[in-house]
């Protein structure tokens, strides 16, 4: 049995936005029982109209889960030394007549909320110095009639790993922890993971899933917990999992899922400010001004910490309320800076200029933003900027579009330079390790292969439809949105991750700066050559 959760992808964003002040509960969450043993959290459940998760009953301490009097208190494991309740565990099986093992926390304090996500791959993020990982809604459970199936699984102490489905429905002994050892049974299937194991005692409990593609977005379908682990053959590490319908076969016991819907790509209007060639080239004979184009170098320090301060890259050329002059960056270059930002570009002869403020900034997990009011000096161009054969290569932004899956998008990142990939993934959810915003919704994933990927530095940079063709003498390109994050897989083939136009523009009333026509970029480009040393970009990788 299931309960089903419809949440509308709009309101999402402002649901999600109104509980980061609280703490989100998924499934894959690192756990401790009693201060003394560790486990990794399964999925949410409503039992008996009590909303709470799963794991397993050998997470609990002294058998206190299982004597009817002292139910274990379970807190959230934190790196940093703090203890957080997240409630008691009020059910637990272990072995017995029908072979189970589960344990169920309840949710107790108001500040948790069911998040209705399972963790899955891990990465390291090269744009923001940390790991992240990726968290897929939950739509359903499945019971699985035959092997063959690939399955995945996600433990606190081993991270995300697949596998094969070999055996359903059998029975093995796992040692009691609480009466010196005794074997106990438990009725449980079984998953090869080849040569990759669940080599930590913290993976138990950790939920168990098929992951499919929704119309483009990565979702989950509750297998069951990990219960147990076999690693004596190194080219065939086993897991065994508690079959989730088994647990849900209780009275009034239901699966907490969300139900997807499809996101309306063009919820939000975007609006266009055209560039005036014929007035603002002019303006380009002024040698005290400055001219910022999409993909460049600037550092966002802090008025009352000048050490705190990042570089990052310059995305479009945007105005604010048709009349403030600037452009885009990552908010995340921002947001962990207290006090007001003053925004400046380093140029080659070490001098630094100051080119503007952060006017508006959002970091809040559904939105990752920074405009720039630039100075009355400062001329944002509606124009991208690229290394390529030892020059310069320019592109006039003329629109903006929201691609669709399998669509070639590219960036521009101030460090690593131009690269392209195929976009794999739309309203991705990832889990950041190092920042205070924790969990990131609404991202697209472009997939980079074994490319060098983004790094850090390339945070905020323009992310668009490259639309140049030689053939017809084409130099444009169509802007969709700004890099906020990377990753890798398996293979150590790369990802990125960005935020589109779209969310970005629902926050404020933004325009993109456009042109007709790259040679708008190009006379401005000649009008001011001689503060081409400004441009301060590495050779294209």
């Known amino acids: 049995m299931k309960k089903n959760h419809l949440i509308s992808p709009i309101y999402l964003l402002t649901f999600l936005n109104s509980v980061y002040s609280q703490q989100d509960m998924y499934a894959g ?13 399964g999925f949410l459940i409503n039992k008996q109209g009590i909303n709470g998760l799963l794991t397993s009953a050998q997470c609990c301490v002294n058998n206190n889960c299982l004597n009817g009097n002292v139910f274990d208190t379970v807190y959230e494991n934190e790196d940093d030394g703090n203890v957080t309740k997240i409630g008691q565990v009020h059910d637990a099986q272990f072995g ?5 093992d589960y344990a169920f926390i309840t949710l107790d304090s108001p500040e948790w909320s069911s998040f209705l996500y399972t ?16 968290l897929y809604p939950v739509t359903a459970d499945f019971t699985p009639t035959e092997t063959g199936l690939n399955v995945c699984a996600y433990g606190q102490g081993s991270g995300y790993l697949c596998g094969n489905l070999t055996e359903l429905d059998l029975y093995i002994t796992v040692p009691n922890p609480w009466i010196n050892g005794r074997p106990t049974i438990l009725n449980v299937n079984k998953v090869d993971l080849g040569t990759e194991g669940m080599v930590s005692k913290e993976d138990i409990g950790g939920p168990v899933y098929v992951q499919t593609n929704s119309s483009g977005t990565t979702t989950a379908q509750a297998l069951g917990n990990i219960v147990a682990t076999n690693n004596d053959d190194p080219n065939h590490n086993f897991l065994y999992y508690m079959p989730i319908n088994k647990i849900l076969a209780s009275e009034n016991t239901e699966l907490l899922t969300y139900v997807l819907e499809k996101e309306i790509d063009n919820k939000t209007e975007i609006k266009y400010s055209k560039w005036n060639d014929s007035i603002d080239a002019l303006d380009a004979l002024d040698q005290e001004k400055i001219y910022v184009y999409a993909g460049q170098r600037v550092i966002i320090a802090n008025n009352y910490n000048p050490r705190a301060s990042s570089s990052c890259t310059t995305s479009f050329a945007t105005k604010l309320n048709t009349y403030k002059d600037g452009f885009l960056s990552a908010g995340h270059c921002v947001q962990y800076l207290e006090g007001e930002n003053k925004v400046y570009m380093p140029l080659p002869n070490k001098e630094t200029k100051l080119i503007g403020w952060v006017e508006s900034s959002a970091w809040d997990g559904s939105n990752d933003y920074a405009f720039v009011k630039t100075a009355s000096n400062v001329v944002p161009l509606p124009c991208i900027v690229y290394p390529e054969g030892g020059k ?3 592109l006039a932004v003329t629109g903006s579009t929201v691609p669709l899956i399998g669509d070639t998008v590219c960036a521009v990142g101030f460090v690593s330079g131009y690269k392209c990939g195929a976009v794999m993934e739309e309203n991705a959810v990832i889990k950041y390790s190092n920042y205070k915003v924790s969990i990131v919704t609404g991202l697209t994933k472009v997939y980079l292969g074994w490319s060098n990927s983004v790094t850090r530095g390339d945070s905020g940079g323009p992310v668009f439809m490259d639309n140049t063709d030689e053939r017809i003498n084409l130099d444009d390109a169509w802007a969709v949105g700004h890099l906020v994050a990377s990753g890798q897989n398996f293979f150590f083939q790369n990802h990125f ?14 325009t993109v700066v456009t042109t007709n026509t790259i040679k708008t970029c190009l006379s401005l ?10 441009i301060e970009i590495p050779p294209k990788n």
Do not use: R
């Not at 017995?96 to 189970?100: D, K, Q, S, Y």
């Not at 991750?497 to 933004?510: C, H, Q, V």
């Open 29 to 41: 969450f690192w756990i401790n029982f009693e201060n003394q043993k560790n486990c990794t959290g």
């Open 96 to 100: 017995g007549t029908n072979g189970l």
């Open 119 to 134: 963790a899955g791959l891990n990465s390291n993020d090269t744009i923001n110095n940390g790991t992240i990982t990726e």
């Open 392 to 394: 310069l290569n320019y």
């Open 497 to 510: 991750y960005y935020y589109p136009l779209a969310t970005t523009f629902s926050n404020k009333a933004f």
């Open 525 to 534: 480009a000649n009008i001011t050559k001689n503060q081409q040393a400004q």
